[in-house]
């Protein structure tokens, strides 16, 4: 049981724009629950003149309520109150060819939902830069063309397949695990598949996640169209100067308070000397 999603989206800005928000989009008024990025791997290839970056995302999440009620109460243990989980997150740019593609993929709970969301992100073949403007503006050195991106996203569910698996086993060889199914799969509950096949709860579990995964993709389009207007509208500075905006609220501060009481320390010294 798997179940596919794909959207297309063209935003009106190039493609070197594009990346450059696609590396700095968390956090964003649409994602400050975004906590940490780390890149933990890049590498650029001069043959193929090609960028390669791995990253690491620790976002606050948690299981849908609505799938949670579908298992064994106490399958997750305290996991399913942790509240955070961690998304890698793999990325190629051609810049010269005029693409980047990324995968991402969730780390927790793979037993009961993987997700794992792949993007392309192409420069129109019309589009073409206009090499009369000598600086080197990321947004309007090629102003006039767009950067299309098509999402696809793959769902799959395995909870019960490790049950099933055991019992195909006992008899002959043993038949290895993955490690998120050990680990995550306990025997259910006396009479909990009695209503319910395995296939039935797959189904149902991977409709929920396509449910969020359309929400989830509009949030991350608006998010990317945020940081790119910080761009346009003042740069690398302003980008970055949002980010800590997004991130101070996200924690429940005021997002001038730090830069006030600092300038108001310095002005205080400086008329004490």
Known sequence: MVKFYESSFNYDYPLPAVSLAYFLRYP???????????????????????????????KKSKLPPTVLKLLPK??????????????????????????????SRNLEWTGILSVIEKQVYRRPSSGTATPEIPRLDLVESTKGEGTDVTTTVTLLSRFGQAKTLRKKGEVGATIPLPASDSE????????????????????????????????????????????????????LGRVLEGMQEDRQRAFGQDPGSSFKRAWRQEQDSSSES
């Open 28 to 58: 964003n008024p649409y994602a400050t629950h975004v906590l940490s990025t780390d890149v933990i791997d890049r590498h650029f290839d001069p043959a193929t003149q090609r960028l390669s970056t791995t990253r690491l995302h620790l």
């Open 184 to 235: 995550e799969e306990l025997p259910p509950k006396k009479g909990f598949f009695s209503s319910w096949s395995t296939s039935s709860l797959q189904r149902s579990i991977e409709m929920i996640g396509l449910r969020r995964t359309r929400e989830a993709t509009g949030k991350s389009n608006e998010g990317m169209k945020v940081v790119l207007e910080r761009l346009r509208g003042g740069g």
């Open 74 to 103: 106490g399958i997750l243990g305290s996991s399913a109150d942790a509240g955070q989980s961690y998304i890698l997150e793999k990325s190629v740019i051609d810049v010269k060819e005029g693409w980047m593609k990324t995968e």
